[in-house]
C-alpha cells in the first residue's frame, strides 16, 4: 500500500496526456484516495506533482482525529502484521475485517471509536454470528487499539473494558458432531481400500488437524520405532496481488503453536496401513518408490493436496456411503471423545491434541464431563472392588456411544 503523499507520474495513453497522481488518504472502503492532475509533458506534470506535495504538507499530516479505523487498519495488517502474524492467521483476520468491521468503523477517527459504541456493533454481530466468531471480531479489535495506544495515536484503548462471548447454552458447541465408536467402526469399514482410508484413519487415530496431516512427509516417520513427528501444517491463505486483487495460495507453515510441534505413537495397524498407501500411491504415480522428502499425501501427479481438495473428496465420500455428514475437524474431536470416555487422563488427551493448556482441553470437552464421570466411577470400582473387567468395558462403551 502507498503512503500517503506518495505520487507517480504516469501517461494516459487514451488522452494523449500525462498524468501527476497523488495519494492524499484512505476512502472507507480501503482504497486509495488520489487527487489527479494532467500536464501536456512529462517534466510539467512532475512539477505538478511537487507542487501537489507540497499542498498536502501544508494541509498537515493526520492527526490522531482525522486517522480513521480504515486507513490505520489496513496499514498495519499490510505491513507491522505481516511479521507477527502467522500468513493463515493474516489472512483470517483480514478477511473478518473487511467483512465485518470496516463496513461500519472504516471511516470513523481512531480516536473517536467509544467502547460503547463497539461493545453495540460487537452484540449486533453476536445475533448472527458465533461466540468464537465474535470473540475473533474482538481479538482483532483489541489488537489494532492496543498497537494504536503504542503508537499514542490514541489516549486508551476502548475495547480494554468489554468482556469475551460465551456460548449459549442453547447453541451447539465446538464440538459439534463428534462420532460415537459404533459410527467410528462403520466409517473405518466403509473407508477400507478407499484412497481416504490413511487420511481417515489417521484422523480418527491420532486427533490431528487436516493441515497437519496434509503436511505429513515419509521422514516424518519411523516405522522402526512406532511414531510419528508433526513438523508444519498446510494451509490455504488468501492474498492481495499486485493489482489488488485477492487470491488463494498454498502455504506450508511451521505448526500452529510449539505445542503442535508433538510426536505422536502409531500403532501397528496404522504402520501396516502406511506400508499399503505408500504402495497405491506409488502405482497410481506409475514409480518404483517415493522419496522420504515426498509427502505422504498427494494428487494425481504427486503434488501437495490442497486442504480444500481433501475436504471436497471427504464430503462426497460420506454421501456416497451413507454416512453422516460431520467435517473433517470433527474427527479430532471424535478421537477426544472416545479418548476420554475409554478412560485415557485428559492431560494425555491434552498433548496429544497440541493443546497449549489443559484448560483448552477441559474448556473444550467440558459437556461431556458427565460421561467422564461415570467412566472414572466404573474404573475405580474396578480397581477398588474388583469389579469385572467386562463390565466396565460395556460401561465404557455405553458412554462413547451417547
Known sequence: MRERGSGQVVFDRSKGCFKARLRVGTLPNGRAQVRTKQAPTKAEAKRLLKQMQ???RTEGSPTEASATFGTFAL?????????????????NHTYHLHRYLLPTLGHRPMANVSTSEL?????RHRKTLSAST???????LSRLFNEALKREEI???PMQALPRF???????SQVQQPLNLDEVHRLLATAKGNELEFFIVLAVATGMRRGEILGLRYSDIDAIAGELVIRRTVSEVRITGAEGRRKTCLVVLPPKTKASERRLWLAPEVLDLLQVHRERAQERLGISSLPPASPVFTDSVGGQVW????LKQFTKFLAANGLRRVRIHDLRHTYATVGLNSGQRIEHIAQQLGHDSIRTTRDTYGKI??????TSGRLMAATVFGSRQPDVLIGLNHNSQR
Open 54 to 56: 507540497t499542498e498536502l
Open 75 to 91: 496499514h498495519y495488517f499490510s505491513h507491522s502484521a505481516t511479521q507477527r502474524l502467522r500468513a493463515s492467521t493474516l489472512s
Open 119 to 123: 461493545e453495540s456493533l460487537l452484540y
Open 134 to 140: 465474535v470473540n475473533l471480531l474482538r481479538s482483532i
Open 155 to 157: 489516549e486508551k484503548n
Open 166 to 172: 460465551r456460548t449459549r447454552p442453547d447453541e451447539a
Open 307 to 310: 486442504p480444500s481438495a481433501i
Open 369 to 374: 464431563a458427565p460421561q467422564l464421570a461415570e
